[in-house]
């Protein structure tokens, strides 16, 4: 601060307009001189002047000037001071001195070897400087009970055999160079290991994607694991018997699959939700499972099925008249009302299904809601409806392999650890029903009404796009020796 105030008098004196201007500088802080010829006029205030200047003034006789507190013009002042060893100087002999005056002449020096030597003692400036360590900036200057201190800023301190000599200060460009190596190596080393740990756990860390809707109650964020665990916890309890047909007398795996394709066209029709359609299939399964039908009266049961789901799931439903309409009238309403309560009497009134479509707009989440996935997902999943063999498998598990199969043919990338989290199935887990829709895919089409439902521009085509992939790529994932090696059947599809 001292050396700030006299920096700023030296350069602004208003006083001084015939004398040179010096511009105090670190490197010429040690030979700083004030101008001794200064012209006074009139109440202009007197600069400060040195004492031997000061006497040769005649006009000041009359009123005694006040000392100055510091002499840092003449150079033969501070040789007679640097004379007397021991000597402290007084604390008003500092105050207009520069910073580098003040570490040399006003700051006693503390070091390691010699700390009782005043810093006002004679230098043989004349004696050669023998350097046997060279402190590096930045380590400190001395240790005074047990507190590190620090050496002055623009000095350099070299340790001699017998005393601690000082540097002349160099240029701040210098220091600042040196100053900016803070860290010590060891220090890099921690902080370079600690970044390629977080790099390691980046690609393996699960990202939290319910942080994101907190502020959207439609998302219900707070309560989205709980349900989705719940829907999987339930979902043995609404699962069909995969071997049904086997107590049907009457029908056959080929009758249900040509019913699912009518009420496919049915519910393209009516314009229904995809769930009422999946919710549909479910009745009709599980009823199945526990009643012995007629084949007469199988398109009954799938009328009333997708009657039951569509009052369920839909705001607005569709008449019961309109049902009977579909169905050629060969049912009356009244059949259709009680086909209903017996259906229902039958499942107990249970019909709250885990309907895949929700799993499949969790697993959605984390593939950035991308439509063209999640149309092709959707198209994959109603295959499971027409299929008896998926029946074995949960809906989540389906759900899960359909957006696999949608990923892998859009190449969008690999089955990380966010979208194995939120689906609930690993890559190894979801080869069964994944080869079972390559397996769909690459046979001939054996439903019309579903076939042409996806074979529309507004689903993309997604008929046409799966089935001319599985064509080419099905020998890849179908073979005997390639089912279970997911990363070179994926790698083989990507090279070609």
């Given at each position: ?425 690993t890559k190894e887990e979801i080869l069964p ?36 992939w599985a064509k080419k790529y099905h020998s ?21």
């Amino acid at each position: 601060m001292t050396a700030r105030s006299l920096r700023q008098r030296g350069v602004t004196n208003e006083n001084d307009e015939n004398g040179t201007t010096t511009r105090l500088t670190r490197a010429k802080a040690a030979a700083l001189a004030v101008p001794d010829t200064q012209s006074t006029a009139g109440a202009i205030k007197k600069p400060l002047q040195s004492k031997k200047s000061a006497a040769n003034v005649s006009n000041t006789a009359a009123q005694r000037k006040r000392p100055a507190l510091g002499d840092v013009s003449n150079m033969t002042k501070i040789e007679n001071v640097e004379s007397k060893e021991g000597k402290k100087p007084a604390a008003s002999r500092v105050g207009l001195t520069s910073k580098a005056t003040t570490h040399s002449a006003g700051v006693q020096k503390l070091s390691r070897t010699n700390t009782s030597r005043s810093a006002l003692g004679a230098r043989d400036t004349n004696k050669q400087r023998e350097t046997t360590e060279v402190k590096r900036p930045g380590s400190g200057s001395g240790i005074l009970g047990g507190t590190q201190m620090k050496r002055p800023s623009g000095q350099k301190t070299v340790r001699t055999e017998t005393s601690v000599v000082e540097e002349p200060p160099r240029k701040k460009v210098d220091i600042e160079k040196k100053t900016e190596v803070v860290e010590t190596a060891t220090e890099k080393q921690a902080i370079s290991e600690e970044l390629q740990d977080e790099k390691e756990d980046d690609l393996e860390e699960v990202l939290d994607l319910d942080t994101e809707d907190l502020f959207d109650p439609l998302m219900a964020a707070e309560y989205v694991i709980e349900i989705f665990d719940y829907l999987k916890e339930i979902e043995p309890q609404t699962m069909p018997n995969p071997n049904y047909i086997d107590h049907q007398e009457e029908l056959e795996w080929k009758m249900r699959g040509i019913l699912v394709d009518w009420l496919i066209e049915v519910h393209t029709r009516f314009r229904l939700l995809p769930e009422t359609l999946f919710l549909a299939v479910n009745i009709i399964d599980r009823f199945l499972s526990a009643e012995v039908v007629a084949l007469d009266r199988l398109q009954l049961v799938g009328v009333t099925a997708m009657f039951i789901a569509s009052k369920y799931e839909e705001v607005l439903s569709p008449h019961v008249a309109n049902f009977s309409h579909v169905a050629d009238e060969t049912f009356s309403d009244k059949e259709i009302l009680d086909a209903e309560r017996h259906v229902l009497a039958t499942l107990n009134y249970d019909i709250s299904y885990p309907n895949p479509m929700n799993f499949l707009r969790r697993i959605s989440k984390a593939d950035n809601y991308d439509i063209q996935t999640r149309t092709l997902g959707k198209y994959l999943m109603e295959v499971s409806l027409l299929d008896h063999r998926f029946m074995a498998y949960r809906q989540s598990h389906v759900a899960a392999a359909a957006m696999y199969l949608a990923r892998l043919i859009l190449d969008r990338g690999p089955w990380d650890a966010t979208l194995a989290h939120y689906a609930g199935y690993t890559k190894e887990e979801i080869l069964p029903v994944f080869q079972l829709l390559i397996d769909y895919l690459h046979r001939p089409v054996s439903h019309e009404a579903f076939f042409k439902k996806y074979a529309s521009k507004k689903f993309m085509k997604a008929s046409i796009v799966t089935r001319q992939w599985a064509k080419k790529y099905h020998s890849l994932y179908l073979d005997a020796d390639n089912a279970y090696s997911t990363e070179s059947n994926s790698n083989a599809h990507y090279s070609q």
